[in-house]
């Protein structure tokens, strides 16, 4: 049984606590505000101050230059070269910060959650754990991150990460403009607000491929909405490129295969009508 | 209704340089450097992910008629710019500027821009869903 006087002491406790909490709520967070819709402020190439393809200048080396080429000369014939993303193959790091739809930061102390309209979400672990001995690879990859207290004011401003363990096929940009078939990618970033604009986020992306011949560090903005609508884009819901065996093929309104190079064959059948 | 096919090759560079768009593949299989004109009406329009599609009927020289399965914006971007599920529908008469196939089959890529109603009505269209999805717009 509890009394009068227990009663009255387990109602003040609890009290406090609950005014405990509302002051820390009240409190301004360390954490900076990242909220609302971000949108990139450029086009949909890797590199938004240089054009989608052989002019982002990547520094390849002659094995995949040679295979960006082999992509782009595909291309050029209307086939989809080595964009995997064609039949709806996740984009992967760190061609997602790409950002060609919107996408969303939610801060936790643990973890920050990046959101996309047609991707998985990202997971930055922000919790001060170890790299894992071995870690399943996915296409965004496996993230660590470190707030970074940059003034010295009690307040985070820049969220410093790297992502290794990732899947591919991976290509940065729909051109195909390749990442090493081995994915030892390690991809380091920067994500800022711009100084003294606080509605335009920076994100300093450096890519460390053995498709590259060094380090390379693009940097991207994405532009503030606050009254956020959000549109998902599932990639599988109606998509009319199919690619078999190494050939790209489009879906007429039938419902059939239909070609997309001049001339092009259709597909080796050889295992239809196997059992005659 | 008929179809055209017509070198626009100038219409093309334009095309080109529209306004940037968004393109979730890359749309290379659409030529877009020789477009043509189809006149017909629309089957369905499909306000699907991960773009949106116009089906749409083109009577032949001979009487019969082939239905063009034309790819464009994804929903998301059309929608932000005000568009629906119902800005177009079935039985609309359409004269469209396409981007086909490099094979020759009938299907390509449709640019809100470059689609009038038969009557001259024209369709709603914001900077950003101009022109055809830019992936396509690759330095080679």
New interface residues.
């Given amino acids: 049984m509890i009394d009068r006087g227990q009663l009255g002491s387990i109602l003040l406790a609890a009290t406090l606590a609950l005014a405990a909490g509302a002051a820390r709520a009240d409190e301004p967070s360390r954490y900076p505000d990242w909220g609302g819709q971000w949108f990139r402020t450029g086009g949909i190439q890797f590199d938004p101050s240089k054009p989608l393809g052989r002019r982002q200048d990547a520094p390849l080396t002659p094995e995949y230059q040679a295979l960006f080429d082999k992509s782009l000369a595909d291309l050029a014939e209307g086939g989809a070269g080595l964009n995997a993303h064609t039949s709806c193959v996740p984009h992967g790091m760190p061609r997602m910060m790409n950002a060609i739809y919107p996408m969303e930061f939610v801060i936790t102390p643990q973890i920050t959650y990046v959101l996309f309209e047609d991707n998985l979400p990202r997971r930055i672990y922000t919790d001060g754990r170890s790299w894992l001995a071995e870690v399943e690879p996915s296409f965004a990859g496996y993230s660590i991150g470190r707030w970074v207290d940059e003034a010295g004011d009690g307040r985070y401003s820049l969220l410093e990460v790297e992502t290794r363990a990732m899947k591919g096929p991976r290509t940065f940009e729909s051109s195909g403009l390749p990442l090493h078939a081995d994915n030892e990618t390690v991809v380091k970033e920067r994500i800022h607000l711009a100084k003294d604009q606080p509605d335009i986020l920076i994100d300093e992306i450096t890519t460390i491929d053995h498709a590259l011949t060094r380090p390379w560090t693009v940097t991207k903005s994405y532009k503030r909405k606050r009254d956020a609508v959000w549109y998902p884009n599932e990639c599988a819901e109606d998509n009319h490129h199919v690619v078999i065996g190494k050939d790209h093929y489009f879906i007429s309104a039938d419902g059939l295969l239909m070609p997309s190079k001049k001339d092009q064959p259709p597909p080796d059948l050889r295992y239809f009508g196997a059992r005659k | 209704m008929r179809l055209r096919l017509t070198l626009l090759s100038a219409l093309g560079a334009l095309a080109l340089t529209a306004g940037?768009t968004?393109?979730?593949?890359?749309f290379?299989?659409?030529?877009r450097a020789h477009l043509i004109e189809l006149e017909g009406v629309v089957?369905?329009f499909?306000f699907?992910?991960?773009?949106t599609?116009i089906?749409m009927a083109v009577k032949q020289a001979d009487g019969s008629t082939v239905?063009?399965?034309l790819?464009g914006q994804?929903?998301?971007?059309l929608?932000?710019d005000g568009w629906t599920r119902n800005t177009l529908k079935a039985g609309d008469e359409l004269k469209m500027t396409i981007a086909p196939?490099?094979?020759?089959?009938?299907?390509g890529a449709w640019a809100a821009d470059l689609i009038t109603f038969r009557d001259g009505r024209q369709l709603q269209v914001a900077h950003s869903t101009r022109g055809f999805p830019?992936?396509?717009?690759?330095?080679?």
Avoid at chain 2, 48 to 51: E, F, K
Avoid at chain 2, 74 to 77: A, L, V, Y
Avoid at chain 2, 101 to 107: D, F, I, N, Q, T
Avoid at chain 2, 134 to 140: A, K, L, N, P, W
């Fill in positions: 940037a968004l393109a979730h593949h890359s290379a299989m659409f030529d089957t369905e499909k699907v992910n991960p773009h599609f089906y239905t063009w399965s790819e994804s929903p998301s971007q929608a932000r196939l490099y094979s020759g089959a009938p299907g830019e992936s396509s717009d690759v330095s080679r």
